[in-house]
């Protein structure tokens, strides 16, 4: 794994999803990522919006690393074709995995694994663990009852306006990419590896 390239980690599901936006929201991330000279992180499984995202990203010539937990790897979905393929204990061993590499966080669609992923990821950022960009990919609005709920935390007082903010949004893939340069470019540098994260998910 190359330590000089920005690496994205995509977090998104084994399944489909009912409508073929979804597969194709995450063909065209994982494409956009590997043109962009960036790496992409992923759960490693070739199913799915995962499969979609990471044979995309290899077929537009980009840098592929997965982690995959064993439980998973054991139902033989794990993607072969990798840069890189680190099989895991545990599903907290994958997050903190992919959390240390990473130096920014998309999520595509999905369902509770998605938003385990992206939201613990974005509390950490609100501890500032981290300041690495959390985007959404609101793909044919599918975040808009999610948003909601955000804004509603917001005035019930358990959420800061200020860390609503943490939370950024994107239309498509295009757009998301948009959003993960321009808060690199805001913060300067981001680093491949923080030290605090790591001391904190060990």
Known sequence: MSSEKKWVCVFCASAA???????HAARELGGRIARSGYGLLYGGATVGAMGAVADAA????GEVVGVI????????IDHRG???LHIVGTMHERKAMLASRADAFIA????????????EIVTWAQLRIHAK????????GFYDGLLRFLDTCVTEGF???????LVQVAC?????????????????????????LDSVIR
């Open 69 to 76: 937990p064993v439980v998973i790897q054991e139902r033989e």
């Open 133 to 140: 960009p959390c985007v959404l990919v609101n793909v044919s």
């Open 159 to 165: 959420i800061q306006p200020d860390n609503r903010g």
């Open 17 to 23: 999803g009912a409508s073929p936006d979804y597969l």
């Open 172 to 196: 498509d893939p295009e757009d998301a990419l948009s959003v993960v340069e321009r808060v690199w470019r805001e913060r300067a540098e981001i680093p491949a590896h923080d030290a605090r």
């Open 82 to 84: 990798l840069a890189e």
């Open 58 to 61: 290899l077929a537009a010539g």
């Open 108 to 119: 595509l669609p999905g369902g509770y694994g998605t938003m385990d992923e992206f939201i």
